[in-house]
């Protein structure tokens, strides 16, 4: 079955670049995704790469992913005290008659010193 | 702002009871989708629904039933609550049926 790795806490000082990684395991996930959790609210989706992509950059978001070795990476760089949240990596497959499945990681919790 | 609405907020309710939470999909989108976060499971996709009908089942108990009504709102209900139910509840929503999400702000459900 599906599943999606990723640390759990990472911590970072205010400007340096914050790098979160995931692993994988379904290798005939379409999208890879990066969705941000704030306390107390819902899931924002950040940025998505499609499967045959290695790269995609948005802004300070770079997303690296590595199909051979199913890892995908969310760079944030200069990074500041409001990225400070919870990351989720996730992963669709098409599950057929349109519908696209997500299984989600259990999350990283990214924490930016001043 | 996703442009997702949930309500209530928050949930507090005892066991053996019944809930109904409800969703309000972005303007346009014809998918809803609902998800259970909790501390030990993760986010687990639980239904989906497309322009009414149902489309791709996760992991949803039995006691749990969704819908999705002509307005296209959606509601999901907890039946037979047990304290393990107590999570986050997600609605997200799509246009047609693209692969992007785009979830509401939750509703909080506590089970005593």
């Known amino acids: 079955g599906e599943d999606v790795e990723q640390s759990l806490f990472l911590s970072v000082r205010e400007g340096d670049s914050s790098v979160i990684n995931c692993t994988y395991t379904?290798?005939?996930?379409?999208?890879l995704y990066w969705y941000k959790q704030e306390p107390g609210a819902g899931l924002q989706l950040l940025t998505y790469?499609?499967?045959?992509?290695d790269m995609k950059q948005d802004q300070r978001l770079t997303v690296l992913l590595n199909k051979k070795d199913k890892h995908l990476s969310l760079r944030i760089a200069d990074t500041q005290t409001g990225d400070s949240a919870i990351y989720f990596c996730?992963?669709?497959?098409?599950?057929?008659?349109?519908?696209?499945?997500?299984?989600f990681g259990k999350g990283t919790k990214l924490s930016v010193i001043p | 702002d996703s442009g997702v609405t949930q309500t209530p907020k928050h949930l507090i309710t005892a066991t053996g009871q019944r809930v109904t939470l409800r969703c309000s999909p972005r303007?346009?989108?014809?998918?809803v989708y609902w998800y259970q976060q909790s501390l030990d499971q993760g986010l687990q996709f639980l239904i989906q629904?497309?322009?009414?009908?149902?489309?791709a089942k996760g992991n949803i108990l039995e006691r749990f039933s969704a819908q999705q009504f002509p307005d296209l709102h959606s509601e999901l209900n907890l039946s037979s609550l047990e304290l393990g139910d107590s999570a986050l509840y997600f609605c997200?929503?799509?246009?047609?049926?693209?692969?992007?999400?785009?979830f509401g702000p939750g509703t909080r459900l506590t089970v005593t």
């Open positions: 997200a929503s799509s246009v047609g049926q693209s692969h992007e999400q785009y």
């Open positions: 379904d290798s005939s996930s379409t999208y």
């Open positions: 790469i499609f499967s045959n992509m």
């Open positions: 996730a992963e669709s497959t098409y599950s057929g008659a349109g519908s696209y499945q997500l299984t």
């Open positions: 303007s346009g989108d014809l998918s």
């Open positions: 629904y497309y322009n009414g009908e149902e489309r």
